[in-house]
Nanobody, 127 residues
Framework: QLQLVESGGGLVQAGDSLRLSCAAS????????IGWFRQAPGEEREFVSA????????YYSDFVKGRFTISRDNANNTVFLQMNSLKVEDTAVYYC????????????????????WGQGTQVTVSS
């Protein structure tokens, strides 16, 4: 059972940066595609970004493209989400999630296609 733990959230001002981390103790972490989702109060969970198991081409939603960067360090079982130029509308609980080993990322941006989930980390951006 893959267990994911997010960290790095916090309260920042608009225009600031944060780096979220998603860590796993499971040795098979490097075989899982990893995605980031977020959920604001009263809203549905939405796709933010994803990266393949090998760290190849990343994918981003239109509302974070150019501001967020996803990367992974398989040697340390960690995926990062660097968030720059944060906006008030980025306020949400951010979750990392994993697809089954070696599954594709492209075209799979719905939360239901991800099997393992972390507990989430709160990101609050003030104006």
């Amino acid at each position: 059972q893959l267990q994911l733990v997010e960290s790095g959230g916090g309260l920042v001002q608009a225009g600031d940066s944060l780096r979220l981390s998603c860590a796993a103790s499971e040795g098979t972490f490097s075989t899982h595609p990893i995605g980031w989702f977020r959920q604001a109060p009263g809203e549905e969970r939405e796709f933010v970004s994803a990266i393949s198991w090998s760290g190849g081409t990343p994918y981003y939603s239109d509302f974070v493209k150019g501001r967020f960067t996803i990367s992974r360090d398989n040697a340390n079982n960690t995926v990062f989400l660097q968030m720059n130029s944060l906006k008030v509308e980025d306020t949400a609980v951010y979750y990392c999630a994993a697809r089954p080993p070696y599954h594709a990322v492209y075209g799979n941006y719905d939360a239901s296609s991800y099997t393992y989930w972390g507990q989430g980390t709160q990101v609050t951006v003030s104006s």
